[in-house]
């Protein structure tokens, strides 16, 4: 009986952390589509490809998880460059372009 409800903890558990992580993903993407618009880029292939995960402090002192994100936006539509985006919980921290040609 035990492991029965310790196996349906788990996988509760997984689920949740898996929808958190897609609404993650999907602000990181808005707001990644948003900046390439404001800076007059081109997103490429509208996808963002998941980094690296780890645990750090908001300026508070609060753990929150950090995720980075991966994609590829354009300048002039010939060259590709990469761009990352780091989320801290849901708040996007910050967004970094490769050097790009105007």
């Known amino acids: ?18 929808q958190s992580t897609q609404k993650v993903r999907e602000i990181a993407l808005a707001s990644t589509i948003r900046h390439c618009h404001d800076m ?8 963002i490809a998941f980094h690296a995960l780890s645990l750090k402090r908001d300026r508070v002192g609060n753990v929150h998880i ?7 936006f354009s300048s002039t539509g010939a ?6 985006i780091y989320m801290l919980g ?10 790009y040609r105007i």
Request: charged letters at 25%; one cysteine or more; aromatic letters at 20%.
């Open 79 to 84: 060259e590709r460059y990469n761009g990352k």
């Open 66 to 72: 950090a995720r980075c994100y991966q994609f590829e």
């Open 90 to 99: 849901r708040r996007v921290e910050s967004i970094q372009l490769e050097p």
């Open 40 to 47: 007059e880029l081109q997103m490429l292939d509208g996808y």
């Open 1 to 18: 009986m035990w492991d029965e409800i310790f196996m349906i903890l788990l996988f509760t558990a997984g689920f949740l952390y898996w």
